[in-house]
């Protein structure tokens, strides 16, 4: 194994609080005369556990085990095994991520299939906010009470020969989620340790991508989001490999029943080599699939107000309100049976064109 000097090309990506892109194609076909076949690079090897640890009990949920490789700002992370919730997924064994442009998009491969999912880290969790915007009010997602922050404990372990500094992260909240006008509040309340190695600069990982994905478009409506972000960046260093980090999520219902979350994520070797260009290349032949787009979103939103202003709809039309309403007066069931199949028709016309079609596998 050998020894990793200092970089300089990539900075630790903004802190992705713990919690599940899009221009130019992939091109393949002959390499023009004088392109290198391999670059320098960054490898290693990383394992992922998540338990259900409530009552002291321990209740494995998923495993995985990626071969990760760096080089030129892009990352092909392969999943080599996969167990539990893992095994259904983007992470099934024999699958592979790649992170393009210095992480600004995403593909998912599906070798089996032979397909490809095209996405933007960036915007997966900030489509949430279009479909709900979409559905009229039929669901209404809500975030509050937000507390963020972070400290320096100092220094951490040694991890496969690097110092570290030690982290850690707060995070809580409560969400209240409306569906047909039922109402269902929970809170979530983490702690995650880190050990990062801040002599890696060149350091990818798109779990961490997705997780500050994930952060911005879960929370980002939060009172206070933006000011605590700036918050804890600040306090983070800007280069560094988190070589290895623990999280402890408490949840809890709306009838304060509670659930303990324990999240594990190790980097197991790490090495520098060269690593094959083909590596964050599509084979040719495979078939590329995209996720629905804001604009398909707005486009949904944008067809449910045209029903409205047709009639086709009342102008007034909220499922979620009509639905709640037509329980408290106790209706007949044949008038209730009528506005739900209003409030169907109604949703699905809305939602037609980002529900419209075959589902990728992965």
């Known amino acids: ?95 592979y991520i790649l992170l393009l442009d210095d992480g600004k998009r995403m593909l998912i491969v599906n070798p089996k299939e032979k397909s490809y999912l095209d996405m933007e880290p960036d915007a997966i969790f900030g489509m949430l906010n279009a479909m709900t915007a979409a559905t009229g009010g039929l669901m209404k997602i809500e975030v509050s009470d937000l507390s963020s922050g972070v400290r320096k404990l100092g220094a951490g372990e040694t991890v496969l020969g690097h110092a570290t500094e030690k982290y850690e992260m707060t995070q809580k909240y409560t969400t209240t989620m409306s569906i047909m006008g039922r109402r269902n509040e929970s809170t979530s309340e983490s702690v995650t340790e880190l050990w990062i190695a801040t002599s890696i600069s060149d350091w990818m990982n798109p779990f961490m991508e997705m997780g500050k994905s994930a952060a911005d478009g879960m929370l980002s409506s939060a009172p206070g989001w933006a000011t605590q972000m700036a918050d804890v960046e600040a306090k983070m260093p800007k280069n560094g490999a988190v070589l290895k980090s623990v999280t402890r999520t408490t949840m809890r219902d709306g009838k304060g029943k509670e659930q303990l979350m324990l999240s594990t994520t190790e980097i197991t070797e790490l090495s520098r080599g060269d690593v094959p260009t083909s590596a964050f290349e ?59 199949a209003g409030a169907k028709a109604a949703t699905k016309k809305a939602l037609g064109g980002i529900l419209r079609g075959k589902r990728p596998p992965l």
């Open 1 to 95: 194994m050998s020894h990793l000097p200092a970089r300089s090309r990539r900075r630790l990506p903004r802190a992705a609080l713990p919690l599940f892109a899009a221009a130019a194609a992939i091109m393949g076909g002959a390499r023009p005369h004088g392109t290198p076949t391999v670059a320098p690079g960054l490898l290693y090897t990383m394992q992922m556990t998540t338990q259900d640890a409530t009552g002291g009990k321990s209740r494995e949920l998923s495993s995985m085990a990626a071969r990760t490789q760096i080089a030129g700002g892009k990352l092909r992370m392969e999943f080599t095994e996969s167990k539990g919730a893992s095994a259904a997924g983007p992470m099934k064994k024999g699958g």
């Open 282 to 340: 599509v084979p040719t032949g495979y078939t590329r699939t995209e996720m629905p787009s804001m604009a398909a979103m707005q486009e949904a939103t944008d067809s449910l107000n045209a029903a409205k202003a047709r009639g086709d709809i009342p102008s007034d039309f909220d499922p979620a309100r009509d639905a709640k309403d037509a329980a408290k007066e106790g209706v007949t069931e044949g008038v209730k049976e009528e506005a739900k």
